[in-house]
């Protein structure tokens, strides 16, 4: 049967790096922006009229976006099983966080049209603004936990034995990381609402995206020079073979200042991801203040690709380093499944992904045009 595979084990795992960059992507670009709008909900929306308004943008896709958050997490699954065992299981009680946030979401939007009593809006607009802060939060500080390693190591048998718990998670550095994640989100959000509403919502969606995109040009540059000067990279001593067996206990890692540049140096082109973070969310500050609604969404979304990929080119060939033992740490060559599996997953994503993406831009184009009272009123299914 391997030798019925068009692709050696390398290119796969290289071909699945890739992908799982993507979907996560992917997942950031299309939900971001709904996570992004629940964090300003308060601030842009000041009546009921306007908040259903703004719930109205995202309402009828919400849940088309989140599928990008199930096949990220199936292509984690199925492509790197060590990978999805040790960061489920460690990160449980955060992953049990986000969840919550994002199952409230949809309960808000239900629940808050269902009694029009001024206090029980009230309540499930700050839900749906928590719902939306708190996932586009935590997700930032578990990338920032990612790049310091985790306190996990393997036994003889493979077994994980996590060390941490969720308060450690919280460092300054990871709070940091979360901030980035946090207003480059609040920024998609932002230019969304600019481009789907019109009138005090999307001005007042206009002067918080500049904030936001200021704030993330900022905090995207400290996190780099922290990330340079004030924390350890993992780097391998050890040959590792790309065409091996997954197996995380053969190999030799040390850590040093600076090591998660290195990339940078042995692959320059790699610098295209850190420069499209920062070009993009510059250009999303100039499309905010002159004005250009589908411009400003457009180089969002190519500040959040950047940015994320920096995060991804910056760990490569690591996918989740342990603080506790690095030699133990998962790597793109080491906690992969079978060859086989890579292959099978490869076809079904090939069918798949083209179909998710058809139906992605059918519903979008059903949906285009600006959210505005008059349209809702002709809604019946308007919340």
Not at 139 to 145: C, D
Not at 183 to 195: D, K, Q, Y
Not at 316 to 331: A, C, M, V
Not at 347 to 364: D, G, K, M, N, V
């Amino acid at each position: 049967m391997s030798n019925l595979i068009p692709f050696d084990y390398e290119t796969l795992r290289l071909v699945w790096w890739l992908l799982l960059g993507i979907l996560l992507i992917g997942f950031a670009v299309m939900d971001g922006f709904d996570l992004g709008i629940g964090a300003l909900l308060p601030f842009v929306a000041k009546t009921d009229e306007e908040r259903r308004v703004v719930i109205n943008v995202v309402g009828p896709v919400w849940e088309g976006n989140q599928v990008w958050l199930i096949l990220g997490g199936g292509a984690i699954f199925a492509a790197f099983p060590m990978l999805y065992a040790v960061s489920f299981s460690g990160l449980y009680l955060a992953m049990m966080v986000i969840l919550v946030a994002l199952i409230l979401r949809p309960v808000g939007f239900k629940y808050r049209s269902k009694i029009g009593d001024p206090g029980w809006r009230s309540t499930w607009d700050i839900i749906l603004c928590i719902a939306g802060t708190v996932p586009a939060l935590i997700l930032g500080v578990a990338v920032g936990n990612v790049l310091l390693g985790l306190p996990f190591e393997f036994d003889d048998t493979l077994r994980t034995f996590y060390r941490g718990n969720f308060f450690q998670l919280l460092t300054p550095y990871a709070l940091l990381a979360g901030l980035v994640s946090l207003s480059m989100l609040i920024m998609h959000g932002a230019a969304l609402l600019t481009w789907k509403t019109e009138g005090v919502i999307a001005d007042r969606a206009r002067s918080y995206g500049r904030l936001a995109a200021l704030a993330t040009i900022v905090l995207f540059a400290v996190a780099g020079v922290w990330t340079a000067y004030g924390i350890g990279g993992h780097v391998l001593t050890s040959v590792v073979d790309p065409l091996g067996p997954s197996n995380p206990l053969g190999k030799t890692v040390a850590v040093e200042p600076g090591a998660w540049l290195a990339n940078y140096t042995a692959y320059p082109w790699m610098m295209i991801a850190p420069i499209l973070g920062f070009a993009g969310a510059l250009l999303a500050l100039v499309g905010f203040t002159a004005k250009r609604p589908a411009l400003t969404f457009i180089t969002s979304g190519v500040a959040i690709f950047g940015i994320i990929a920096t995060a991804g080119v910056s760990l490569f060939p690591f996918l989740l380093p342990s603080s506790l033992d690095p030699s133990n740490g998962l790597t793109v060559w080491d906690a992969s499944s079978s060859k086989l599996t890579l292959w099978v997953m490869l076809l079904s994503t090939a069918f798949f992904l083209p179909i998710i993406l058809i139906y992605t831009a059918f519903i979008y184009r059903v949906m285009r045009g600006k959210v505005t009272t008059v349209s809702m009123d002709k809604n019946p299914n308007a919340y």
